[in-house]
């Protein structure tokens, strides 16, 4: 609406046609591998919506911020703002499923557009100061940081840290086995004299067991002399 310079008017298009190619891409291969009349008509529908929007809204609005009315403009920059938060909240929710790591982002064109971002809003001081894109560059700004900066946390947490705790953990588990090593010994040890015990009072039993035998019979003494054959036992005698 602004009659800004060429490169502010012109960035937003291209970014739009980046933007574009990469949704198409990602119709096209797998995993949803859309029909390629389905992604033509998709594609149509987008860029009819986007160039209709850009022209009506841009020659009608201004002719409006000429004559000084720029609360569209304010609107146009809030809507702005809101939906460009709303498409960096997606990979922040990747980072939280993934305890911090960032997977499927290039870190390379992370550090370009953030770089962009950058000298586009010192671009904006010069002149008449535009607030709308100043926000709009420290929304990318932050966002994209945040994105970078966790990486680095869960590389810190992960990969440098968890190698100091992996050492610190064997030192450990090496002490816990010297440990049980020497607690298994002592059990073996008990365990041993334990049986030497329990063979020594076996072979007492079993001693004990062979003498009493003989110690029956010596002690064994006879009620009644057994009968001889050919006598009769003598009728014992009842007294009246």
């Given amino acids: 609406m602004s009659d800004s310079y060429i490169p502010m008017q012109v960035q937003p298009c291209m970014f739009e ?41 841009g020659v009608w609005l201004k002719r409006v911020y000429a004559n000084g009315t720029h609360w569209p403009s304010l ?6 703002s809101i939906i460009l ?14 305890q911090g790591r960032v997977v499927g ?22 002149g008449e100061i535009d607030v709308m894109g100043m926000i709009l560059y420290a929304i990318i700004i932050v966002m994209e940081i945040g994105i970078m900066t966790s990486q680095v946390i869960w590389l810190l947490r ?4 968890r190698k100091e705790k992996d050492v610190e953990d064997d030192e450990d588990e090496d002490e ?3 440990g049980s090593c020497e607690k298994g010994k002592g059990m073996r040890e008990t365990d ?3 049986k030497q ?5 076996v072979s007492v039993i079993e001693d004990d067991k062979q003498d009493s035998p003989a110690t029956e019979k010596v002690n064994e003494t006879p009620d009644s002399e057994p009968a001889s054959p050919g006598k009769e036992p003598k009728p014992k005698e009842i007294s009246l």
């Fill in 17 to 57: 046609c980046l933007c574009a190619i990469a949704w198409i891409q990602s119709m096209y291969y797998p995993p949803y591998s859309y029909p390629k009349k389905r992604i033509i008509l998709f594609t149509t529908l987008f860029f009819s919506c986007a160039i209709g929007m850009q022209v009506g809204f």
């Fill in 75 to 80: 609107i146009f920059g809030i809507i702005a």
């Fill in 85 to 98: 938060a709303a498409g960096l909240v997606p990979p922040y929710v990747e980072l939280f499923k993934r």
């Fill in 105 to 126: 982002i290039n870190f390379v064109f992370l550090i370009m557009d953030c770089s962009g971002a950058v000298f586009s809003m010192a671009s904006t001081l010069v």
């Fill in 158 to 161: 992960f990969r440098f840290f």
């Fill in 176 to 178: 816990d086995e010297a």
């Fill in 192 to 194: 041993d004299e334990e």
């Fill in 197 to 201: 015990l329990r063979g020594g009072q």
